[in-house]
């Protein structure tokens, strides 16, 4: 009887697991891909700033990466690496690090459109839509 009821312990136990497991992937994957809509006057640039940090814990987890799926075909990107360090808040006073992203529009206007990953501690996918003015 006792090792019924540790077995059935256990089990339960990787049942729970298993199902805060998987709800935490579907949010982590629910915020994964995000949409941007934005305007920019043809040969100015935007700018994107990306960190990648644990939020609990305040530790810096370096520079994400940028991948780019779809390229644009009005403009291009260039990324600059930087530290930054909140002034309040939770992580106040910690240094982190930071990627900006860097949309630059030639001369040409119309509408432009990317897709592009920022690589980190979890992935980001954008599908960046642009209005070149």
């Known amino acids: 009887m006792k090792r019924d009821r540790s077995l059935f312990t256990a089990i339960l136990t990787l049942i729970v ?9 579907s949010s982590a994957q629910a915020q994964s891909l995000r949409y941007l809509n934005r305007s920019v006057e ?10 990648n940090y644990d939020e609990r814990t305040c530790t810096d987890r370096g520079y994400p990466k940028l991948v780019i799926e779809d390229a644009p075909s009005l403009g291009k990107f260039r990324t600059v690496q930087r530290k930054f360090t909140p002034q309040n808040g939770a992580c106040k006073g910690k240094r982190f690090s930071v990627l900006l992203v860097y949309y630059v529009a ?12 920022i690589q980190g501690r979890t992935n980001i996918r954008i599908n960046l839509s642009i209005d070149v003015t």
């Open 17 to 25: 697991a298993t199902v805060f497991l998987l709800t935490e992937t």
């Open 42 to 51: 043809a040969g100015k640039q935007i700018e994107f700033q990306w960190l």
């Open 106 to 117: 030639g001369r040409k206007t119309g509408q432009d459109s990317t897709t592009y990953v």
